[in-house]
């Protein structure tokens, strides 16, 4: 299963070379597949496989969604700040409270999405690479020096590698260097994070 899967996900890009080779003037790669299903694959073909992609598309985003929700209400509002004693508050009034960040945090990321949407990147492969860059630069210094030098770590050292790993991602990325390739402005701030 494994092997005849990879095959037909590596195949993908070469649709998007093949239609490169038969229509040079494609504009939007991110359009490539698409416009190669719509002109070369019978019409019951292209729009069954309009679906499957568009389905992809919604469960992926609905994960994102839910991991960031689940992330904001439970494991940073309950866990960590009721959880640790930062913030005093009985046990059902936090819940009803993370009740409603979780909401609050669902409608705040469809609305990032949303703007995202209204002037998207040249390429949405650049904002993938731009959120693995940035997911890379804060856990990968914690997560390997844990690994090969586990009596070093320390709670708060991984804390702090997360936080400027990651906000120096975004310092190089937005304001620094905005210029540079995404890779070089991770490779920057995965050198903070060590």
């Known amino acids: 299963t494994y092997i005849v899967l990879t095959v037909l996900f590596l195949g993908v890009i070469f649709g998007g070379f093949y239609l490169r080779v038969l229509q040079p003037g494609v504009e939007a790669a991110d359009q490539a597949i698409f416009l190669y299903v719509q002109e070369f694959f019978p019409p019951l073909l292209a729009a069954f496989l309009g679906v499957v992609v568009l389905a992809a598309a919604l469960s992926t985003t609905d994960g994102i969604v839910v991991v960031i929700s689940t992330a904001i ?56 690479w731009f959120g693995i860059a940035g997911v890379a630069s804060g856990s990968v210094a914690p997560v390997l020096v844990g690994i090969y030098f586990p009596d070093f770590v320390t709670r708060k050292g991984a804390i702090t590698s997360l936080a400027l790993g990651g906000l120096s991602y975004l310092a190089f990325a937005l304001a620094l260097f905005p210029d540079e390739s995404v890779f070089v402005q991770g490779t920057y701030a995965l050198i903070v994070s060590f």
């Open 73 to 128: 209400a439970n494991d940073i509002f309950l866990k960590f700040l009721v959880g640790k004693g930062y913030i005093d508050m009985e046990e059902e009034r936090a819940d009803k409270m993370a009740h409603y960040l979780a909401m609050a945090s669902t409608v705040a990321v469809g609305i990032v999405g949303y703007l995202l949407v209204l002037s998207p990147p040249p390429n949405l492969g650049l904002l993938v």
